[in-house]
């Protein structure tokens, strides 16, 4: 069963406008974290947030936010007045917290391109 | 800043050769990751090490595939006998217990 679900497979904005990534997970644990990365076309993982499953409050990055609603399961991402290097593509992950060594132990979701025109 | 560091960064091989790729964690970090990323396609969990031994791997880790930590510093993905599906980006991390860490990853072809 798929754990997290991507369903944007590709999104295309004009320059300064913003664009939100949806992610919805599926877990039974009750301890459990969230995380967004960024995977620019150079190819590394660009870690952007990490949120746990008792922190239910929005977070603001700069131009970055996301939004986490456990009644829905969703941990969607936002990017305010996008630019051209926001272009990448952007994997939402989570890590069921089963024991210990389970902390690295991320299962993605499929990843949604982000393409952001001048 | 501390950081995972992977070598090479490319990595071109002949179908059926062994390859190692190899992975210098964050030096006070106990847990330690693979990760396969086929082009296109989703970053898949492999392999989790603990304590000079795998803690859990997944379907796709099957006897081709070994690590090992042979030394303090270094951890390494070993892929026997290479096919042509082998041909991916592979990430190794490291976590001290509450977040991984990734590495910049190495590109794997096999021709």
């Known amino acids: 069963a798929q754990k997290v679900t991507q369903a944007q497979t590709e999104i295309s904005v004009v320059e300064k406008e913003d664009v939100t990534l949806d992610c919805v997970y599926e877990?039974?644990?009750?301890?459990?974290?969230l995380f967004w990365y960024k995977q620019p076309p150079s190819g590394e993982l660009v870690f952007l947030i990490r949120?746990?499953?008792?922190?239910?409050q929005n977070e603001i990055s700069g131009r970055y936010s996301w939004n986490f609603q456990k009644s829905t399961s969703s941990f969607n991402f936002t990017i305010t007045a996008s630019q051209v290097v926001d272009s990448a593509v952007y994997f939402c992950?989570?890590?069921?917290?089963?024991?210990?060594?389970?902390?690295?132990?991320?299962?993605f979701g499929a990843g949604t391109q982000v393409v952001v025109t001048p | 800043e501390p950081e995972v560091t992977q070598t090479p960064s490319h990595q071109v091989t002949q179908m059926g050769q062994e390859v190692i790729l190899r992975c210098v964690p964050i030096?006070?970090?106990?847990?330690f990751y693979w990760y396969r990323q086929i082009l296109g396609q989703k970053v898949e969990f492999l392999v989790s090490?603990?304590?000079?031994?795998?803690?859990?791997k997944s379907e796709i880790f099957d006897d081709q595939f070994s690590v090992e930590r042979p030394d303090g510093s270094n951890f390494t993905l070993k892929i026997r006998s290479t096919k042509l599906e082998d041909s991916a980006m592979y990430f190794c991390?490291?976590?001290?217990?509450?977040?991984?860490?990734f590495g910049q990853g190495t590109r794997l072809t096999v021709v």
């Open positions: 992950a989570l890590s069921e917290v089963m024991t210990t060594d389970s902390w690295g132990k991320l299962q």
């Open positions: 949120r746990n499953s008792f922190d239910e």
């Open positions: 991390a490291s976590s001290e217990g509450t977040e991984a860490f």
């Open positions: 030096s006070n970090h106990l847990y």
């Open positions: 877990t039974r644990d009750t301890t459990y974290y």
């Open positions: 090490f603990y304590n000079n031994e795998i803690s859990e």
